[in-house]
């Protein structure tokens, strides 16, 4: 959402980073859960909703109702995939600590790198070498290719050693990730104090008991 | 999916029940996962995005975006509570047998049944005393409805003893479930056998150690 917001140079209140940001929604359509956006009189919440709502205001979405369903469908599989990360650290309960199911979230971290990581990034580079690239609808960039920029930065910081032999496998996945990194209309926003660096409370946490293991030195 | 359809007399063929089920998705936009909808030469995938595309063409859906986006988001979160439901049995990994994460899924589930599940019902309570009922968006049944009656009898299935238990506190929603299955057009699909019964295989799980434990006679 923020990466949608700063690439189009929208204006918005970040309320979490604000000392206002005590928001008390409207009764009517109550969120389960933030995030939400705030437009007006309207609050939006599901991320995936708020991108499908920005999308086509931010110019980053496809005119067409068959392109605009795509990227959406795209950004629930992206969706999908976040859980997934939240759950290798949190598998029995999210209002647990880490510390009261660590041997769980071991076990499926384990699992988790060794399967469903190859498989959601095979995934999203056969998505990009479908579309020709070098965005995942084709020429123009759309709201799932930032999604899936911060996906990628968030994995490298989760699971660093993993990520670092994988990547390579990839080739447009790490193509595309730079390309967002260092596009014009985000360098600026990615390195200032506004972005807000991952760290252990987040979705993405570098706990280093859930990365594959550092390699032995061999014994000579 | 399937209640949508029914619900509104569209033609469709079941790949999944019939022989000619080995359909292969088109090159472009190929889905992560099923299931899938094939509409023309359209391919659409992940559930809440189909019945996005779906509601306003089955009449499911309100007219105004605003009206959308909301019925949008609410099936978003019932898809959030499914996977959380699907990981009671699954907490370490889909591709792992739940015989193989025993330990783990009676955990998950207990967390699941004291802390999750009351969260989620207690929110359709309020949507549906927010809305004036009897469904969610109001007077006129819209697709989360059948969403929600569809988790309300897979939760009575996976989870009886303590469905038994805590039902009855959420009045609204108890009635809403009620409401479509013994909707006049949908009463015939449900006793039918098209209408695939929950199962051992599917995401809601009827298995017995998983769901609170019955009550053991007092002493006397």
């Keep these: 959402m923020r990466l949608a917001l700063e690439y189009a140079g929208a204006r918005y209140v970040d309320v979490l980073r604000t000392p206002a940001g005590d928001f008390r929604s409207e009764r009517k359509w109550p969120p389960f859960a933030p995030p939400y956006l705030v437009a007006g009189k309207r609050v939006i919440a599901q991320t995936a ?11 980053l979405a496809p005119r067409s109702e068959a392109g605009r369903l795509w990227a959406h469908q795209l950004q629930l599989t992206i969706a999908d995939w976040l859980t997934e990360v939240h759950d290798t650290h949190h598998p029995i309960g999210s ?17 988790f790198l060794a399967h469903r990581l190859p498989k959601f990034l095979s995934y999203f580079e056969g998505v990009l070498t479908a579309s020709g690239g070098p965005y995942l609808l084709g020429r123009r960039l759309t709201y799932p290719d930032l ?10 910081y989760a699971f660093p050693r993993s990520m670092a032999r994988i990547e390579r496998r990839y080739p447009q996945l790490v193509a595309l990730a730079a390309r967002v990194e260092f596009h014009s209309k985000l360098a600026r926003y990615l390195r200032s104090g506004r972005r807000i660096p991952f760290n252990l409370q987040g979705i993405f946490r570098a706990y280093p008991g859930l990365d594959r293991r550092r390699n032995k030195p061999k014994k000579t």
């Design 95 to 111: 209002g647990l600590y880490y510390e009261q199911q660590k041997p769980e979230a071991r076990r499926r971290a384990a699992d």
């Design 49 to 59: 909703n708020i991108l499908l709502y920005l999308g086509p205001r931010l110019r």
């Design 147 to 156: 999604s899936l920029f911060q996906m990628v930065a968030g994995l490298r």
